[in-house]
């Protein structure tokens, strides 16, 4: 059938054998755990408390296994296959491309984890170690420095190999979970149910987490707004944010990669750089410096310890750390295969050690930094006494953001410094996410062309609705949980596509076909 140009809309726009399959689930889901909050939460709390209890040790070494497999393929013969044309030069300079990931990979989230996940860690610190001490102090920095490390971020991009590769190798025409498992299940399952199963999966995990992220990143704004403004944390107040976010995430998923998403991660990383030099200047910069120093040697001397923590023999009853971990490794899977897919799609003229290499390490260094200025800058107020930051957590965890930053010279500037960054943080987010998802579920031919700007503000109007109603109806602490639980299957596709891409470069001899052969072979990218 004919398509429309990309001014109309199609009914060729969207391929609803997956896309509509993947709303309809998470409609069913959200209405009656909407309308039956307390009880559906509890369920689901349940659930994911057995998980934890029965499968804690397997999200440990599955978070483990991929960090070996991440080194294995950036060190083998495999890290030397280029995602393309081994003659072009990369999409984009490498400033530009760290940038990108950092954007997608951290988001606004890094901004409330930075600022007080330690807190969680203080008031209910591991082995034993007394609420509230020094000790336990430095446990909660260190261990919000390990949630941003190199487990997580291998979660985002072990299944990009196996996307870039048919998308800029195999120039396959769409950047699908099943086209990539194709060499693995053959023609018949692709084309399929079976094929169509794994892009439902993909799809209902990535909108479901995407409404998650959304109505999770609003509260950030919101709480430091009606503390400038004195205004009441209301429906109305947080409809407002959430319709600015869209208008700002949908023009930049609109303009695309180049002129949207590239242009905001780069002047993002322009400002956060300038808010921690800022914060360190105004602030107590020294003890910040100090703190995050000592917070580095302390997570480097417990990686092992926070890394394969499962507290079996129950010392002291269970603690944040044992629980939390294992919810952080599965939420992140939900991610997944979105950072994988948008990572893939990005990284035309890359090889595949540069692919994963960045991705382990300039989110997991800009997420340290952050931690530690945002998080210093907490401890030291309740260091010396002028906040009770542990006890207003306790009441409220986003009240204690506007308070920390109104302890520095010049609060209203730091607030409407951090407001603008987690803003800009947030829409790179989400725009990657509707970009990623436009182009999984276009009828274009990704190898060649972008996704349709009309059906990416299709996509961006999707997650708005969705957001907007689980919010309205208090429907979204189940649906996070859920989108814990979700990680489950994600983790079985996961390996699938490790292995898919493992297998397909066995069979191209990529490693010698598609490799950068002589530095002066390569060109300038037309």
Same mark, same amino acid.
């Given at each position: 059938?004919?398509?429309?140009?990309?001014g109309?809309?199609?009914?060729?726009l969207?391929?609803?054998?997956?896309?509509?399959?993947?709303?309809i689930?998470?409609?069913a889901?959200?209405?009656?755990?909407?309308?039956?909050?307390?009880d559906s939460?509890e369920?689901?709390?349940?659930?994911?408390?057995?998980?934890?209890?029965?499968?804690?040790?397997?999200?440990?070494?599955?978070?483990?296994?991929?960090?070996?497999?991440?080194?294995?393929? !950036?060190?083998?013969k495999?890290?030397? =296959?280029? /995602? $393309?044309?081994? %003659?072009?030069?990369?999409?984009? &300079? #490498?400033?530009?491309?760290?940038?990108?990931?950092?954007?997608?990979?951290?988001?606004?989230t890094?901004?409330?984890?930075?600022?007080?996940?330690?807190?969680?860690?203080?008031?209910?610190?591991?082995?034993?170690?007394?609420?509230?001490?020094?000790?336990a102090?430095?446990?909660g920095?260190?261990?919000s420095m390990?949630?941003?490390s190199?487990?997580?971020?291998?979660?985002?991009?072990?299944?990009?190999?196996?996307?870039?590769?048919?998308?800029?190798?195999?120039?396959?025409?769409?950047?699908?979970?099943?086209?990539?498992?194709?060499v693995?299940?053959?023609?018949?399952?692709?084309?399929g149910?079976?094929?169509?199963?794994?892009?439902?999966?993909?799809?209902? !995990?990535?909108?479901?987490?995407?409404? =998650?992220? /959304? $109505?999770?990143? %609003?509260?950030?704004?919101?709480? &430091? #707004?009606?503390?400038?403004?004195?205004?009441?944390?209301?429906?109305m107040?947080?409809?407002?944010?959430?319709?600015?976010?869209?208008?700002?995430?949908?023009?930049?998923?609109?303009?695309?990669?180049?002129k949207?998403?590239?242009?905001?991660?780069?002047?993002?990383?322009?400002?956060a750089?300038?808010?921690a030099?800022?914060?360190?200047?105004?602030?107590?910069?020294?003890f910040?410096?100090?703190?995050?120093?000592?917070?580095?040697?302390?997570?480097?001397?417990?990686?092992?310890d926070?890394?394969l923590?499962t507290n079996?023999?129950d010392?002291k009853?269970?603690?944040?750390?044992?629980?939390?971990?294992?919810?952080?490794?599965?939420?992140?899977?939900?991610?997944?295969?979105?950072?994988?897919?948008?990572?893939?799609?990005?990284?035309?003229?890359?090889?595949?050690?540069?692919?994963?290499?960045?991705?382990?390490?300039?989110?997991?260094l800009i997420?340290?930094?952050?931690t530690?200025?945002?998080?210093g800058?907490g401890v030291?107020r309740?260091?010396?006494?002028?906040?009770?930051?542990?006890?207003?957590v306790?009441e409220?965890k986003?009240?204690?953001?506007?308070?920390?930053l109104?302890?520095?010279p010049?609060?209203?500037?730091?607030?409407?410094?951090?407001?603008?960054?987690?803003?800009?943080?947030?829409?790179?987010?989400?725009?990657?996410?509707?970009?990623?998802i436009?182009?999984?579920?276009?009828?274009?031919?990704m190898?060649?062309?972008e996704?349709s700007?009309?059906?990416r503000?299709?996509?961006?109007?999707?997650?708005?609705?969705?957001?907007?109603?689980?919010m309205?109806?208090?429907?979204?602490?189940?649906?996070?949980?859920?989108?814990?639980?979700?990680?489950?299957?994600?983790?079985?596709i996961?390996f699938?596509?490790i292995y898919?891409?493992?297998?397909?470069?066995?069979?191209d001899k990529?490693?010698?076909?598609?490799?950068?052969?002589d530095?002066?072979?390569?060109?300038k990218?037309?």
């Amino acid at each position: 059938m004919r398509q429309k140009k990309d001014g109309g809309v199609s009914a060729k726009l969207i391929d609803y054998r997956i896309f509509l399959p993947s709303l309809i689930i998470i409609i069913a889901i959200c209405i009656p755990f909407s309308l039956n909050e307390s009880d559906s939460l509890e369920l689901m709390n349940n659930l994911f408390n057995q998980i934890v209890e029965s499968f804690k040790w397997g999200y440990i070494w599955y978070t483990i296994i991929l960090v070996i497999a991440g080194l294995y393929l !950036s060190f083998s013969k495999y890290g030397n =296959v280029v /995602l $393309g044309d081994p %003659t072009e030069k990369p999409r984009f &300079n #490498l400033f530009e491309y760290a940038s990108i990931l950092i954007a997608m990979g951290l988001g606004s989230t890094i901004m409330r984890t930075g600022m007080i996940q330690w807190t969680a860690v203080a008031n209910d610190p591991p082995f034993g170690v007394e609420p509230g001490s020094t000790e336990a102090l430095m446990w909660g920095n260190s261990y919000s420095m390990f949630m941003w490390s190199f487990q997580v971020f291998a979660i985002f991009v072990m299944a990009a190999p196996a996307m870039g590769y048919i998308l800029h190798v195999r120039k396959r025409p769409f950047m699908r979970i099943s086209e990539a498992c194709r060499v693995i299940f053959g023609d018949h399952f692709t084309d399929g149910v079976g094929g169509k199963i794994l892009d439902v999966i993909f799809l209902v !995990s990535i909108l479901s987490g995407a409404a =998650v992220t /959304l $109505g999770l990143g %609003t509260p950030i704004i919101t709480y &430091n #707004l009606a503390d400038i403004f004195n205004l009441e944390i209301n429906f109305m107040l947080t409809f407002i944010v959430t319709l600015v976010w869209v208008c700002l995430f949908s023009i930049s998923a609109y303009l695309g990669i180049e002129k949207g998403i590239k242009k905001l991660s780069t002047l993002n990383m322009y400002l956060a750089g300038a808010f921690a030099l800022f914060i360190i200047i105004i602030g107590p910069g020294v003890f910040i410096l100090d703190y995050f120093t000592d917070s580095v040697g302390f997570l480097v001397s417990h990686y092992i310890d926070l890394s394969l923590y499962t507290n079996s023999l129950d010392m002291k009853g269970t603690t944040h750390i044992e629980s939390h971990t294992v919810f952080w490794f599965a939420y992140s899977a939900t991610w997944a295969m979105l950072h994988s897919v948008f990572a893939a799609k990005i990284s035309r003229g890359r090889t595949i050690r540069e692919m994963i290499l960045t991705y382990l390490l300039a989110p997991t260094l800009i997420s340290w930094v952050a931690t530690g200025v945002l998080g210093g800058l907490g401890v030291h107020r309740f260091l010396i006494g002028e906040l009770t930051v542990l006890d207003i957590v306790k009441e409220d965890k986003m009240a204690a953001i506007p308070a920390i930053l109104n302890s520095l010279p010049l609060p209203t500037i730091a607030i409407v410094i951090f407001i603008i960054i987690a803003t800009i943080f947030l829409t790179t987010t989400l725009d990657s996410t509707t970009y990623t998802i436009a182009s999984y579920t276009g009828t274009k031919n990704m190898s060649k062309a972008e996704p349709s700007k009309s059906l990416r503000i299709i996509v961006a109007g999707v997650i708005t609705v969705l957001a907007l109603l689980l919010m309205r109806v208090g429907g979204l602490p189940p649906l996070e949980v859920l989108s814990g639980i979700m990680g489950i299957p994600i983790i079985a596709i996961q390996f699938l596509t490790i292995y898919a891409a493992k297998k397909m470069m066995d069979q191209d001899k990529a490693w010698i076909n598609n490799v950068r052969k002589d530095k002066n072979q390569v060109i300038k990218r037309g």
